[in-house]
């Protein structure tokens, strides 16, 4: 999954907090107290290898006083005092200086710390879920291979990273059999349903807004009969949706819906739109389908295309689709003989498809959808930028994203697997091969790489000044900000002067600059020492190379 989304739900904070239930937390929200089967709460069995992940001190203790605290917190949570909890280990508040004396342990995390418990719990999360997901194609009578079929697709999905989101916050003693229910039997409105309104017990407005945005994941966007019966759902439920808003203080809104009062488009930034969302025919498609996907006569094309293609990376990826198909139908076991030494024929492990179906993102929206969605959305976002300047930085951001999906897709000592397209050339004209490359990043790689991509490739700019001239410090935050916060913090929101693209561009400069500069303090405020650091780096690191530990730091294609 990617990391944009936590980024955005979760805050970081440094110290050990009560969250609005009144729960020990830490970082972007790892719990250190759950409820166990008993129904009572509990230290979580790993809460101090939690605290020295988050930490990054292996060796740390607490105190005896704040051990104290912790287990005091335990005995007001099971009394139901939540008050009580939240007075012994202070709740964070926003914009909170360490001086405010709200802090009371020793210890502070770390952004690496904090980054590895969060995506490790989230993964935890994502398989609790599944689990739900199992209880209930089980209790629904589906069969094994159903609900294994169900979860893969689930897996590395867009809406998983709503489900996931809501498990990880809700914490591992809790469940969603309703919301697994409601998926298990097709239906995503009433998922949706499930998660934005009843699954925030306290009527908390913040998770209030957080849930409204993990419905929206739940839905998709271009799922318009869900939306549809959501709204259905919504006006027979008026009373419980008049209560939960009035008790949140949110009114009412549509998960997924585009914001309102997007900039009137230009002609060449409507036109880069529709270039981005052009069809090349069934054949620039069928490349991109899941190779179990494919109906006989599909393969049937794509044989007939490899035998008459030179030896190359497009052959190799026809190769390997063909290879996808036989390995998804018949499985990967070995091949069987009679006893005469006869090969037996493998039986198929499932049904080849008979109608061909439409290529699908990593998430399981329609590519074409999808590419003509983020065509829309990337021309509003980057509106103050030309056509060719869009183009090119996402050119740079296509490349860059490859580059990553080969390095995580290549494992040490096995065969060397194509790449998903050849690098582009970077000339900012949206053609076939641009397009197709954008299509592969959209159903070969998590949610977002995209976006991602598109955003180091706008900074690269910054880059290539940088290598220049000296930058003026204002400007360089300015920039990272303008570029970056949106992956974020959500577009609406002020950019802060201390902000986590500072922290990543911190980390990068560190990193690429060592032995050049006195280290930076990495807080993630951009200043004159940033500025200059950012300058002796620009003029003797390779840009793609900067760029693309920039986007490691800052959490991209993960």
Not at 129 to 155: C, H, P, V, W, Y
Not at 207 to 230: M, P, T, W, Y
Not at 447 to 476: N, S
Request: net charge neutral.
């Amino acid at each position: 999954m990617s990391g944009v989304y936590l980024r955005k739900a979760e805050n970081d904070v440094e110290r050990i907090h009560s969250d609005p239930k009144g729960i020990p937390t830490i970082g972007k929200g790892t719990a250190l107290v759950v409820k166990g089967g008993d129904d009572k709460y509990a230290l979580h069995e790993d809460y101090m290898d939690r605290l020295r992940t988050a930490t990054g001190d292996p060796n740390l203790t607490l105190s005896e006083k704040e051990q104290k605290l912790l287990n005091d917190s335990v005995v007001a949570l099971n009394k139901g005092d939540v008050d009580e909890a939240k007075k012994l280990i202070p709740i964070y508040k926003d914009g909170e200086k360490p001086e405010s004396g709200s802090n009371k342990f020793s210890l502070t995390a770390t952004d690496d710390g904090m980054k590895e418990m969060s995506l490790s719990d989230m993964r935890i999360a994502r398989d609790a879920f599944l689990e739900d997901i199992n209880k209930a194609g089980r209790e629904q009578g589906l069969s094994t291979e159903r609900i294994n079929d169900l979860k893969s697709k689930l897996r590395h999905s867009e809406e998983m990273i709503g489900f996931a989101s809501a498990r990880y916050n809700m914490g591992p003693g809790e469940r969603m059999p309703k919301t697994a229910k409601a998926v298990v039997t097709g239906d995503r409105a009433e998922a949706a349903f499930e998660m934005q309104y009843r699954t925030n017990e306290g009527k908390s407005k913040g998770l209030a807004n957080r849930r409204e945005i993990e419905a929206g994941l739940v839905l998709g966007q271009n799922n318009d009969a869900a939306k549809s019966r959501l709204e259905k759902l919504r006006e027979e439920r008026k009373s419980e949706i008049d209560a939960y808003h009035s008790a949140t203080g949110l009114k009412p809104d549509t998960p997924g819906k585009a914001n309102a009062g997007q900039a009137a488009l230009s002609d060449d930034h409507q036109q880069l739109a529709t270039d981005l969302a052009k069809d090349d025919g069934p054949e620039a498609e069928l490349i991109l389908k899941e190779g179990a996907d494919l109906t006989k006569g599909e393969l049937r094309q794509i044989m007939a295309k490899r035998n008459h293609l030179p030896e190359g990376p497009e052959k190799d990826r026809l190769n390997a689709l063909e290879q996808e198909h036989f390995s998804g139908v018949y499985g990967d076991d070995p091949v069987e003989q009679d006893a005469t030494g006869r090969t037996i024929e493998p039986k198929a492990k499932r049904t080849v498809a008979e109608q061909p179906v439409p290529a699908k993102t990593s998430s399981g929206e329609n590519l074409n959808d999808a590419l003509k969605e983020l065509g829309e959305r990337i021309v509003v976002d980057k509106n103050g930028d030309s056509k060719t300047r869009i183009a090119q930085a996402l050119q740079v951001g296509l490349n860059l994203a490859l580059q990553k999906a080969q390095e995580k897709q290549q494992p040490q000592n096995q065969p060397k697997r194509p790449s998903l397209f050849n690098a582009l050339k970077v000339d900012g004209i949206v053609g076939p091969k641009t397009r197709q490359a954008t299509k592969a990043i959209l159903a070969k790689t998590q949610p977002g790489t995209a976006e991602e991509g598109l955003a180091l490739g706008q900074f690269k700019r910054i880059v290539d000044e940088g290598r220049r001239r000296p930058v003026d410090p204002d400007d360089l935050r300015q920039s990272t900000s303008k570029i970056f916060g949106p992956l974020f913090r959500g577009p609406e929101k002020a950019a802060p002067k201390v902000s986590h693209e500072g922290v990543g561009l911190q980390l990068a400069l560190n990193k690429f600059g060592e032995g050049r500069f006195t280290p930076l303090k990495e807080d993630g405020f951009i200043g004159p020492k940033t500025a200059d650091a950012f300058g002796k780096v620009m003029k003797v690191s390779d840009p793609d190379d900067f760029l693309s530990g920039l986007g490691e730091r800052l959490g991209f294609f993960g």
